[in-house]
C-alpha cells in the first residue's frame, strides 16, 4: 500500500465487519485500519499533525525537474505535470500519524462484508465538483471502468482483483471482489481517485491533453505554461475544507511548479530566491553548496527532519531479460565492481548507510540466518530458490574504503569463470556464444556519472566494456515503459504493509507489461507464491515472516547492486513559513500542513530590500 503502518501486535484487520446489502449506510463506520482501532473517532475534528487555525493565503513556488506535456497523469503517455493530485479527491484520506488508517473523504461511512467479499461505500451527499455538479456513485463506478480500461497498465494489474464497481443508489456504491480472501483490497480501493464521468465521458481519456480537468479536490489548475510551469490555486469553496481530514491542511493561496532541467541550475534558483523549498537528495551539494550567504543571514532555513518510513530500495538494477544477466553469478560477479565505502567516503561525506534489504529502515526487513516464520514461506520452495537462503547469512560485500577492491574482483573473476565467461584479449567473452560482455548504463541524471564511473573501471578491469548514457527525461521514460536498457538505477518505495503492488514490482505477469515496474524482468513462480502469501497473509506476523522470506529469496538472486540510503530529509526554504509543533510521523507535510508566516514574509522582505 501506498501508506506507511507501524502497530503491531493487535487485529491484523479492523474493517466495519458487516453485511454491506441495502441497509450499509446505517452499520458503516467512518474509517478503516488494517493494525487496529482507529486513533480518531468518528466526527474527529482535524488530525493532530495540523493546526487547524492555520493562516489561509500566499504564493508558493516549487521545484520541479525535467518537462511536461499533459495534464492526464493517470495513462501511460506523455509526461504528466507536477502536482496533479491535488485537484482530486479520492474516496477515503490516509492519516499519517498511525498505523495504515484510512478515513472518509468522499465518503461518509463504509462497510466490508464478513468474507472480504466486496466493500460498499456511502458517500457524502454534499461533495461537489468545481463546478457545482454532486459527486455520485457513477463517478465513482466510472472511476474504476476507466482507469483500469484507459488508464496506465498499472490500474489494470492493481485492481485486478476487483470484479465490478455497482452504484446501488445515487450515494452509494459497491465494490465487488474475487479471488482469494485479500484484506487489503478494500483499502486499496478507499485510495481509488475519483473522476468525473460528465466531464470525461465526450473525452479521449487515453490521450494527452493541456486542457485543465475537471477536478474535485482542494486545488485547481489556475495556469499552464506548457513545459515551463504550472500554477494551481486553492478552491475558496471547496466542498471539503471543514472536515476533519482536511481542516488545518492545503493553506496556501497559490501553488506553482517551475520546471528546471538541471540540477545545478535549480539549485542556483533557489539560492536566487527564483523558489521557496527544496528537499535535497544529493549528499556532495548538501555537504558543500548550502553555504551561501542567505542561510549565514537566516533569510534560508537548512535543516534535516528524522524520516521514520521505509526507504526501500535503490539501485543499480539488472535487466534480466538480456541473456548477459541471466546467470545469478554474473550478476554476484558485477556487484562486486561497486565499492560503496570509497563511494560514501569520497563522494558522500560518509552520509549514507548501505541498504541491505528490499525493505529496508522496517521491521520487514531480512536479517541474520533465516528464521522459524520465514521457513513456514521457503521450505516449500526448496530447489526453486538460492541454496543460500537456508544456510547463509546474507552480508553484501564490504571494502577497507581504499579503492582498491583487489580481493573483490579476484572473487568476481571466479564467479564469471564458473559461469562460463573468460577473458580473451582483454576482453570478458561467452564460452559457448563467444560474445564479448557489453554493457550499457542508462541515466536520466548527469551527477550519477561520478558514482557509476568507479563501477565501470571496475567492471572494465574484469573485461567488460561498459558505456554509461545519459538522456533526457521523455527518452528515459520511454526507454523504462519499454524496458530497453542493460542497466539503470531503479527505485522500490515500500510501506509498512506490502501487498498488491508487489505484484507490479517482482510479478511473473508484470515482466512483459509496458510501463510495469518489474525493471528487473523478473518471472519466478517462487516468487509469485511469495508475493501471494503477502497479499493472503491472515495476520501482522505472517505478513512480516512472508514479507521476510520475499526479501531473502530477492536479495540471494542477486537482481540489483544495493545502492544508500538516509534516515532524514534534509531540507531548506526561505524564511516564509509556519508549520504545526508536531510533524507527521510518516513525511515532511510541507505542502499541506505548513503555512505562509505574514510576519516572516514581512521581515524577509524587508531584510531582502535592506541587503539591495
Known sequence: ???????????????????????????????????????????????????????????????????????????????????????????????????????????????????LSSVTFNLRTQARWHDGNPITA????????????????????????????????????????????????PLIIGQLPVLPKHYWQDRDFSATTLEPPLGSGPYRIAKVDPGRSITYERVADYWGRELGVNKGRYNFKTLRFEYYRDSTVALEA?????????????????????????????????????????????????????????????????????????????????????????FSNSELASSGLVSAGDLKFLEPLKGQIPGQVFSQEFKLPKTNGSGK???????????LAAAGWSVKDGKLVNGQTGKPMAIEILLVNQGFTRIVAPMQRAMERLGVKVDIRVVDTSQYINRLRDFDYDMIVGGWGQSLSPGNEQRDFWGSAAADRPGSRNYIGIKDPAIDKLIDHIIFAGSRAELVAATR????????????????????????????????????????????????????????????????
Not at 475534528?45 to 495534464?71: C, I, Q, S
Not at 496533479?84 to 478515513?103: K, N, T, V
Not at 577492491?405 to 564467479?415: G, W
Open 1 to 115: 500500500m501506498r501508506a506507511v503502518l507501524l502497530v503491531v501486535g493487535l487485529l491484523f484487520l479492523c474493517l466495519p465487519a458487516q453485511n454491506s446489502g441495502a441497509g450499509a449506510a446505517e452499520a458503516g463506520r467512518h474509517g478503516m485500519s488494517m493494525f487496529g482501532e482507529l486513533k480518531y473517532p468518528a466526527g474527529f475534528g482535524h488530525f493532530d499533525y495540523v493546526n487547524p487555525d492555520a493562516a489561509k493565503g500566499g504564493l508558493v513556488r516549487m521545484e520541479a525537474r525535467g518537462t511536461f506535456d499533459t495534464l492526464n497523469n493517470y495513462t501511460i503517455k506523455g509526461n504528466s505535470a507536477a502536482g496533479l493530485g491535488l485537484i482530486y479527491d479520492s474516496l477515503m484520506e490516509s492519516s499519517r500519524d498511525e498505523a495504515f488508517a484510512e478515513y472518509g473523504l468522499l465518503v461518509e461511512s463504509v462497510v466490508v462484508a464478513d468474507d
Open 270 to 358: 533557489f539560492k536566487a530566491n527564483a523558489f521557496d523549498f527544496r528537499q535535497e537528495n544529493t549528499a556532495k551539494v548538501w555537504a558543500t553548496q548550502y553555504k551561501f550567504p542567505a542561510i549565514v543571514k537566516g533569510h534560508v532555513i537548512k535543516e534535516t527532519l528524522v524520516n521514520n518510513s521505509p526507504t526501500g530500495m535503490q539501485s543499480f538494477a539488472f535487466n534480466i531479460r538480456r541473456s548477459k544477466f541471466r546467470d545469478r553469478r554474473v550478476r554476484q560477479a558485477l556487484a562486486l565492481t561497486f565499492d560503496f565505502e570509497w563511494t560514501n567516503k569520497n563522494l558522500f561525506f560518509s552520509q549514507y548507510t548501505r541498504t541491505q534489504s528490499f
Open 138 to 185: 457513477a463517478d465513482v463506478v466510472f472511476s474504476l471502468d476507466t482507469l483500469k480500461a484507459k488508464g496506465a497498465p498499472f490500474y489494470r494489474f492493481y485492481y485486478a482483483n476487483v470484479e465490478r464497481a455497482e452504484a446501488i443508489s445515487p450515494h452509494q456504491v459497491k465494490f465487488v471482489f474475487k479471488g482469494r480472501k485479500n484484506r487489503e483490497l
Open 549 to 612: 522470506a520475499l526479501d531473502r529469496v530477492l536479495l540471494w538472486n542477486h537482481f540489483v547492486i544495493p545502492n544508500w540510503h538516509i534516515n532524514s530529509y534534509r531540507i531548506a526554504y526561505w524564511n516564509r513559513f509556519a508549520r504545526p509543533g508536531i510533524k507527521p510521523k510518516y513525511g515532511l507535510g510541507f505542502l499541506d500542513t505548513w503555512w505562509v508566516d505574514a510576519g516572516k514574509v514581512n521581515s524577509l522582505g524587508a531584510a531582502l530590500k535592506g541587503r539591495k
Open 405 to 415: 577492491s583487489r580481493t573483490q574482483l579476484r572473487q568476481a573473476n571466479k564467479l
